[in-house]
């Protein structure tokens, strides 16, 4: 059963950094993309960051490129997603998810996602 669960969010000052975490088991983790997405409220969920299943390359949205930065630890199922300069905008419920292959695409993505760990930036 494919489990993805997300932690590390917390209340963060504009200016303020986070690093968020992502553990999964029930699949071949060396073997997918993985990708970190947000929600903020009233909006629609979008995609943050990928990653290739190797690791060796990654793709940002425009809001956070500069900012954020996608890792992954395939030897601990494990993606991270550190956040530097974080602003109000920011403020969303984060979510992981994973598709098989060496790039990440939305299309073959697990249609399930796990909590989520919420994000707030405030002064």
């Known amino acids: 059963q494919v489990q993805l669960v997300e932690s590390g969010g917390g209340l963060v000052q504009p200016g303020g950094s986070l690093r968020l975490s992502c553990a999964a088991s029930g699949f071949t983790f060396r073997a997918y993309a993985l990708s970190w997405y947000r929600q903020a409220p009233g909006k629609e969920r979008e995609l943050v960051a990928d990653?290739?299943?190797?690791?060796?390359?990654?793709r940002y949205a425009d809001s956070v490129k500069g900012r954020f930065t996608i890792s992954r630890d395939n030897a601990k199922n494990a993606v991270y997603l550190q956040m530097n300069s974080l602003k109000p905008e920011d403020t969303a419920v984060y979510y992981c998810?994973?598709?098989?292959?060496?790039?990440?695409?939305?299309?073959?993505?697990?249609?399930?996602w796990g909590q989520g760990t919420q994000v707030t930036v405030s002064s």
């Open positions: 990653i290739t299943s190797t690791g060796g390359s990654t």
């Open positions: 998810n994973a598709a098989p292959g060496y790039y990440y695409s939305d299309s073959r993505a697990f249609g399930s």
